[in-house]
């Protein structure tokens, strides 16, 4: 039964979601850029009907927040559950709303649906919640449902793998389901919880895109369904199954971003949304600190005298946190054994970690300390004691020959929560980097549930100290996880030429300040490639900050060039922090660029990257995005000394700055020196 349509508006900066409902569940009627305020909602609905022909259906009910297969709907529905085996087929109705909250009742079935939108930021977050009278079984939730642009031809969403992290994936919008799915118990490499929803024509920098990112870190679907009718619709939610049998059920919130800039309106609502609103930082006014990480120097082979001096050395670079990574409890010698002994090993450590804590400390820095909590050996004593702490069968396929504690039971957290507080007691640490080096047996809600329980406690009760979440690099970055950490560390690839590209779409979501990024080795232990310091020493300054070679490998001179980066990171990292990184349109393939861009828009620094030799002889312009363009802005290369003779001609800033418009600047664009591949132009600039 139909009765009066209403009508409902949410406004976030750029962009509104109209929702109506004619008693029903609330469809969005318009998604997009942001609407003018007297916008008369009844005339956009007018507007929007749409007829039907062609006989097998009379009548569309309009997409609905949670399509239901109970009206004959033409495509995935958004809640596929059971009750004593049976299909539920319920039928929603209206029962209560203010505006943001939406509560939608069967009474006949005793289900009530709720979906909750609010304001983040630039974002919308639109979150589900199923409650049910009695037990029902749950295979599928989406969050709020929404229209895909009829505009776009393209989904653009991310694929990747174990040191080569968030790769662009384009694919059509066709008739069907395009499924994104991560099924192995974390977002993943494989499928991170981002999708980008390009009108035609849109590139970083003009035209309008819809970005959507979930955030959960247990696995998800995303739907991308264009219906016969034409309409599309995406989903997003837990993955399938994942939850089963209960009586409440929540989504995580899914962030809606709407551009008239390009991608990068998107981008940036995302950065904002994760630094601004998402992360909790417990030093704020504190700046971030440049890193040192001992992994790729010294692996799992720990020694005070060795590690002592590269504490030295590290923080004669500029490096103000050392982090001791993976090796220093059980006999942790290689990755066979001691997951879960979170205890000091004495053979390496006979005095404790105070030692070590306390030369880094006379050095000027903090001190992080290496975990993996969730992780067990069965080559250990927690596994001997708990063997029936392990999630998943027996015969289970191992992971770098580790298997999963089981959190969702509150025993195994409480011990985990005992043994990390003991360390965090007894040591003065201010850093965990939090790792989670394989897949889940089996994916299970509960087991995200239960690290976010037991993040949360620790954050509460250390709240001074800062968490990086690692899973093999970048197994593990959303929202949901950076609720309750402050870093990801991107990838396991130090490789400065691979990392180019991986942080350039990885901007896609992620802002500067939680981006680790560190001076690797000069051969890639992960690549094998030899890279100059020039080139590793500005891809980590382009994030935040770090060293992870052996700094007794080091030149006089690459030492010089790592002080000289570290010392202009430090200088501006005052505004860096709080700048957008917007993705330059590069007229070059060969050149992967992007433009940082300070809050208030006076300051702003360029890099351009040159991952291979150029198609064509000169390099081609460079165009800049965001600044005004009747202001005069004053550019200069940082970098000028790498310079290389074979640059023929008289470029202009090879002589020094120059002062031109933002007009010229983001029309013209800028010619950048003629440079070698695997170099970077860093570019500064100030507006008059
Ligand atoms: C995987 C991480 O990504 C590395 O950085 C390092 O911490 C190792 N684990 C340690 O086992």
């Known amino acids: 039964m139909s009765e009066a349509l209403q009508f409902w508006r949410i406004d976030a900066p750029g962009q509104t979601l109209v929702l109506s409902s004619d008693g029903g569940i609330p ?44 009206w004959s709907f033409e495509g995935q529905p958004g809640l596929v559950a059971y009750r004593d085996g049976k299909p539920l087929y319920p039928r929603f109705r209206l029962e209560v709303t203010d505006g943001e909250e939406f509560t939608c009742r069967d009474n006949d079935l005793g289900l009530s649906l709720t979906f909750l939108f609010e304001v983040v930021g630039q974002t919308i977050s639109a979150k589900a919640t199923l409650e049910s009278d009695a037990e029902i079984t749950l295979h599928h939730l989406a969050a709020p449902v929404l229209p895909g642009p009829q505009m776009g031809q393209e989904i653009v969403d991310f694929s990747g793998r174990w040191i080569g992290e968030f790769q662009v994936e384009r694919a059509p919008w066709r008739a069907g389901i395009h499924k994104r799915e991560a099924r192995t118990g974390r977002s993943g490499h494989e499928h991170p919880p981002l999708a980008y929803f390009p ?33 599309r619709q995406i989903q997003w939610g837990h993955a399938c199954g994942t939850r089963t049998v209960g009586t409440r059920f929540d989504t995580a919130p899914l962030y809606l971003a709407v551009s008239q800039s390009g991608f990068n309106g998107c981008a940036t609502a995302f950065q904002r949304l994760l630094r601004d609103h998402v992360v909790t930082w417990p030093k704020p006014e504190t700046p971030r600190p440049v890193h040192y990480n001992c992994w790729e120097a010294v692996y799992f082979d720990h020694d005070m005298a060795v590690l002592s001096e590269i504490a030295e050395r590290a923080a004669a670079l500029g490096a103000e946190r050392f982090v001791l990574d993976d090796g220093w409890f059980g006999r942790r010698d290689d990755d066979t054994s001691s997951l879960g002994d979170w205890e000091i090993d004495r053979r390496k450590w006979p005095d404790g970690l105070t030692p070590l804590i306390n030369h880094v400390e006379r050095l000027g820095m903090t001190f992080g300390l290496w975990v993996e909590p969730e992780m067990v050996n069965l080559d250990s004593d927690l596994a001997r004691a708990h063997p029936d702490w392990i999630l998943g069968p027996q015969d289970q396929i191992e992971g770098r020959q580790q298997r999963v504690l089981d959190l969702s039971r509150p025993e195994v957290r409480d011990h985990l929560f005992r043994k990390l507080s003991a360390l965090l007691q007894e040591n003065r640490i201010d850093y965990l980097k939090w790792d989670h080096n394989r897949l889940l047996p089996i994916a299970d809600a509960a087991q995200t549930e239960g690290i976010y329980a037991l993040l949360g406690d620790l954050r509460r009760t250390f709240p001074n100290v800062e968490i990086e979440s690692c899973a093999s690099g970048g197994g593990r970055i959303d929202a949901g996880i950076l609720s309750l950490t402050q870093r990801v560390w991107l990838s396991d690839s130090n490789d400065a030429l691979e990392r180019l590209r991986i942080q350039h779409d990885a901007a896609l979501l992620l802002p500067m300040s939680v981006t680790g990024s560190h001076v690797g080795p000069r051969v890639c232990h992960t690549s094998g490639r ?26 006089d001179e690459e030492a010089e060039v790592l ?24 007229a070059d393939a060969s050149v992967i660029a992007e433009q940082q861009l300070a809050m208030d828009g006076n300051r702003f620094v360029v890099f351009a990257g040159k991952a291979r030799s150029a198609h064509q002889i ?54 950048l020196p003629w440079q070698f591949p695997e170099t970077v132009w860093v570019i500064e600039g100030e507006r008059q």
């Open 563 to 586: 002080k000289r980066v570290a010392s202009w990171w430090k200088d501006n990292r005052h505004w860096r922090m709080q700048a957008d990184i917007l993705r330059l349109d590069s």
């Open 199 to 231: 009108e035609a024509g849109a590139s970083n920098t003009q035209g309008t895109v819809f970005a959507m990112h979930y955030g959960w870190s247990g696995g998800h679907v995303m739907l991308a369904e264009e219906l016969p009718s034409g309409r």
């Open 530 to 555: 030899t890279i100059d310091v020039r080139m590793r020493a500005w891809i980590a300054a382009q994030r935040h900050m770090g060293f992870e070679m052996d700094p007794c490998e080091l030149t």
């Open 618 to 671: 000169m390099p081609r312009p460079l165009r800049l995005t965001g600044l005004d363009p009747q202001a005069l802005y004053r550019i200069d290369l940082v970098n000028r000394d790498e310079l290389h003779h074979l640059s023929r001609g008289n470029t202009a800033f090879k002589d020094g700055p120059l002062v031109l418009s933002g007009q010229i600047l983001m029309q013209q664009g800028l010619i």
């Open 27 to 70: 469809g969005a009627l318009y998604w997009g850029p942001a609407l003018h305020p007297q916008t008369d909602l009844a005339a956009l609905s007018h507007a929007c009907e749409q007829e039907v022909t062609g006989g097998m259906i009379d009548r569309l009910p309009p997409l609905s927040l949670c399509p239901e297969a109970s």
